[in-house]
């Protein structure tokens, strides 16, 4: 369907839907051919408003975002996003065209001739945020090494794939082959936008719409259209059960109660046994530990010295507490002390190997948070391992002894 203009006639609703690749540029010429051949009501294009105001502004992140991300704890979810855009980017670059043309193209030759858009994909973040939930965490680290590994090796992008993706969609390609390693993520970043955007197109009041989405779409929202009437009651209803965000899927979050409690029941159950010694040594290990590994994991990340020391001091107390973490105390003095200049905002766009990622200001801060914690991470399991072992090997000599 790449390329192709799928037309769906349904209750007196006349819908054209032009199948795209966001870095080709027959995509390009087919988008402004068709809207100016069939001047439509409307133009509807697969863009949620962050994703819109980054193609017309040309501005990705600024300082604001950037501080909102290290307050709440989402990195992983921000670096995920960074990952995608920056592998979208460069296959642009190796086919000389910019990610998104096709779209830019809809949204001016709308405005040359007066036609209203609108804009029909649901918002990126609560897309990630419902994959990530939705994911376990053997899948979340499976697809953060997928990204990473995807964006810094060289031999990636070679020309069997710039071939293979001129005659399809990037993203479209992407997620077929993550959805064949992790069905979760198929099923909210491709099976449920295509129920969104089949939504957001039924409740259209115009009659004639020119829709500009991924080719990998097409068939989905067809289906939809066809199978279910653009009348449908339920749109504003299914509308909204797809922008919320579900708990997540995994058991985290309860392991992170579970894990502190534990261990102090273990070092209370070791201080009935063995005394203040116990209950000292217990102490030492979970502070060396845990801080050595949160610290060794932020200077990994080329941290500065003060976010090193944070790192050390704050794990021991962060990882007896599930609603804190290392790194962002890490992060909060990172980017305190080497606070991002503006050239390092424009460059999130431009990180093409492991190196930028280490070396621009931004991301520098998001890998000291994610580096601290995953340290820290580290050093609770380990920690608490030693000191249940300590334990663990008292009990067994009182039972020889006995």
Same mark, same amino acid.
């Given at each position: 369907? =790449?390329?192709?203009?799928?037309?769906? %006639?349904?209750?007196? /609703?006349?819908?054209?839907?032009? +199948?795209?690749?966001?870095? !080709?540029?027959?995509?390009?010429?087919?988008?402004?051919?068709?809207?100016?051949?069939?001047?439509?009501?409307?133009?509807?294009?697969?863009?949620?408003?962050q994703r819109?105001?980054?193609?017309?502004?040309?501005?990705?992140?600024?300082?604001?975002?950037?501080?909102?991300?290290?307050?709440?704890?989402?990195?992983?979810?921000? =670096?995920?996003?960074?990952?995608?855009? %920056?592998?979208?980017? /460069?296959?642009?670059?190796?086919? +000389?065209?910019?990610?998104? !043309?096709?779209?830019l193209q809809a949204l001016e030759i709308a405005k040359e001739k007066n036609i209203p858009v609108a804009l029909v994909d649901r918002d990126i973040k609560t897309t990630l945020k419902r994959a990530f939930n939705r994911m376990s965490l053997m899948e979340k680290f499976k697809i953060l090494y997928g990204l990473i590994s995807g964006a810094f090796e060289k031999e990636e992008i070679n020309d069997e794939l710039i071939e293979k993706l001129k005659e399809k969609d990037v993203i479209t390609e992407m997620m077929e082959d993550l959805g064949r390693e992790i069905p979760s993520i198929k099923e909210v970043l491709v099976d449920e936008r295509d129920h969104y955007i089949a939504d957001k197109i039924a409740g259209l009041k115009e009659k004639k719409v020119v829709a500009v989405v991924g080719a990998g779409h097409v068939d989905g929202i067809k289906n939809l259209l066809e199978s279910e009437g653009i009348s449908r009651k339920n749109v504003k209803e299914e509308l909204k059960n797809l922008e919320k965000i579900p708990e997540g899927g995994s058991k985290l979050k309860y392991l992170g109660y579970l894990i502190p409690l534990v261990i102090i029941g273990i070092v209370i159950f070791g201080f009935s046994l063995k005394g203040g010694d116990f209950l000292w040594?217990?102490?030492?290990?979970?502070?060396?530990?845990?801080?050595?590994?949160?610290?060794?994991?932020?200077?990994?990340?080329?941290?500065?010295?003060?976010?090193?020391?944070?790192?050390?001091?704050?794990?021991?107390?962060?990882?007896?507490?599930?609603?804190?973490a290392a790194g962002w105390f890490a992060g909060a003095v990172e980017a305190k002390v080497r606070k991002p200049k503006v050239k390092d905002f424009e460059g999130l766009l431009k990180l093409n190997s492991l190196r930028d990622y280490w070396r621009n200001g931004v991301t520098r801060i998001l890998l000291v948070m994610a580096f601290a914690n995953i340290g820290s991470s580290l050093g609770t399991f380990l920690a608490g391992f030693s000191i249940f072992m300590d334990i663990y090997n008292e009990i067994l000599k009182l039972l020889l002894q006995g």
């Open positions: 369907m =790449l390329n192709e203009i799928t037309k769906i %006639n349904v209750n007196g /609703k006349e819908i054209f839907l032009i +199948g795209t690749a966001h870095v !080709s540029k027959e995509s390009v010429s087919l988008v402004r051919k068709t809207i100016e051949e069939e001047i439509p009501d409307i133009v509807a294009i697969e863009l949620c408003e819109y105001h980054a193609i017309v502004n040309q501005k990705k992140w600024d300082e604001t975002e950037i501080g909102n991300v290290i307050r709440s704890g989402k990195i992983y979810l921000f =670096l995920m996003q960074l990952l995608l855009t %920056n592998f979208q980017r /460069k296959i642009g670059d190796e086919l +000389g065209i910019k990610p998104g !043309s096709e779209m040594e217990s102490i030492v290990k979970w502070v060396v530990i845990n801080g050595t590994l949160a610290a060794l994991g932020t200077a990994l990340a080329f941290g500065h010295p003060f976010s090193i020391i944070t790192a050390f001091l704050a794990a021991p107390i962060t990882s007896l507490n599930p609603l804190l």
